[in-house]
């Protein structure tokens, strides 16, 4: 039998391993509490080497660590060639998935494209898979062009394969109708929600899970968008119960589109209790979505991020800033490593927790931190924010009376929206103020 792999250290209490800390460190074999070791996959938790041992038959077809030692086995005695080669690379792909180890799955289904591509010459069932798989991570990586492009290469080849008004092909149109709502193309997300709308309510029924899903996320996305009148709390919440009541029985992996919608519903009512001033409803939503979330991924996720953000939000509505900042703070750790660096869900922390920070009067930490998401902006190219970074930079500057350093950073600011544009009319009108209050006269010459 494979031997399990060696846990690692010890965690240190300080780790920055955000959802391991945050839960309650349960064993994977007996459940007890404090549970310190960990397999090298990161994905589980043991009290020890015997508890380890006791679970490993059952974890080690999830552990990521020993399926890739069995892939590159395979590849080295089948040859890349052998269609058990691409089933465990396109399986692994989709474990990373959903584990949320993106960057992982991205190679790994790029690796399947490549071998169908390379040796099948795209004449294999999966190839429509591994496209729509890939989406889907481009997807939650916010690369939504790429995504939206992938799914429609996907689309022409369901639909020879299992039929145009076939539920594959369905699945594949509300797909491409979300990336669309993701981009603001409110019309064009609803038009391909209706579609498969229609094509699951034909073959399903309008009271089965797919047909419920798929109506929900058009409605829910139609009215984030202003597309549509907003839902009320009881319509939201029962387009939840449904939900909830008709996930399937599976994990993740199995089911990643139907656990993603309950995500997304949980996380769309939760905004709307707190964007309403129902605070506490609010906040009873992002805590059961974060406990949803933590049951279904035992390792860091993004979505805990997108939930730690809203709790955050619930505190800064409360004028509560040193635990929102904590919070953002840790949703920016769990972004970065899930989605990685250049995602624009970690500068929009790195925002928020300077503005949090200048709210504490914190001023030299909120300057840098403005200053971190400049860096963020130059380096990952999200240009147009970086006057208005600048322009924070600059009212730290002038609450700390360094008039001549405010004065370099407006002059900056000016130049890079000159440059790149203004992202919005208020980024613009609060440059021009502090314009004026620095360089007096000059600033129009300047």
């Known amino acids: ?141 916010g690369k939504l062009e790429e995504a939206c492009n992938l799914y429609r290469q996907a689309l022409p080849l369901t639909e020879r394969s299992f039929g145009k008004q076939s539920v594959e092909a369905a699945n594949i149109i509300d797909k491409i109708a979300t990336v669309l709502g993701n981009m603001g193309r409110a019309e064009e997300a609803r038009q391909h929600y209706a579609k498969a709308h229609k094509i699951m309510c034909r073959q399903l029924g309008p009271d089965h899970r797919e047909s419920i899903r798929v109506k929900s996320n058009m409605d829910n996305t139609m009215s984030s968008l202003g597309a549509a009148p907003p839902l009320d709390f009881e319509e939201r919440e029962r387009h939840l119960a449904h939900l909830k009541a008709t996930l399937p029985s599976g994990s993740p992996a199995e089911f990643p589109e139907q656990h993603n919608s309950i995500v997304c519903a949980l996380l769309t ?77 970690v500068l929009e922390c790195v925002i928020s927790s300077a503005n949090m920070l200048d709210k504490l009067e914190r001023l030299d930490e909120a300057h840098d931190t403005y200053e971190e ?26 609450k700390l009376d360094d008039k001549e350093s405010a004065t370099e950073l407006l002059r900056e600011a000016t130049r890079a929206n000159r440059e790149y544009g203004f992202e919005d009319p208020a980024s613009a009108a609060m440059l021009t103020m502090m314009g004026m209050q620095v360089l007096g006269d000059d600033f129009g010459d300047d």
């Not at 399986?91 to 169908?116: N, P, Y």
């Not at 939760?270 to 506490?280: A, C, H, I, R, V």
């Open 1 to 141: 039998k494979t031997p399990p792999p060696g846990p690692q250290d010890t965690l240190p209490p300080d780790s920055a391993d955000v959802l391991v800390l945050m839960q309650a460190k349960n064993c994977n074999t007996c459940g007890s509490g404090g549970a310190e070791l960990r397999c090298p996959c990161k994905a589980v938790l043991y009290c020890n080497v015997t508890c380890q041992k006791a679970q490993w038959k059952q974890h080690r077809q999830k552990c990521t660590v020993h399926l890739e030692k069995k892939l590159r086995e395979a590849t080295a005695e089948l040859g890349e060639e052998d269609e058990e080669v691409l089933r465990q690379t396109f399986e692994l792909g989709m474990l990373c998935f959903s584990q949320d180890k993106l960057a992982e799955a991205e190679v790994r289904l790029k690796e399947c494209l490549r071998l169908l591509k390379e040796v099948w010459d795209y004449d294999h069932p999966s190839y429509h898979s591994a496209l729509a798989n890939l989406g889907m991570v481009y997807r939650r990586q």
């Open 269 to 345: 009512i939760s905004q709307s209790y707190l964007d309403n001033g129902k605070l506490e409803e609010g906040k009873a939503k992002v805590e059961e979505g974060l406990e949803f979330v933590r049951k279904i991924h035992t390792e860091k996720h993004a979505d805990e991020g997108s939930f730690l953000v809203r709790l955050a939000q619930y505190h800064t509505i409360r004028e509560e800033w040193d635990e929102a900042l904590k919070l953002v703070k840790r949703a920016s750790r769990i972004f970065k490593k899930t989605l990685g660096a250049d995602n624009k869900q």
């Open 373 to 398: 998401g400049v860096n963020i902006c130059r380096k990952y190219g999200h240009n147009r924010k970086i006057g208005h970074l600048l322009g924070c930079m600059t009212k730290m500057k002038l």
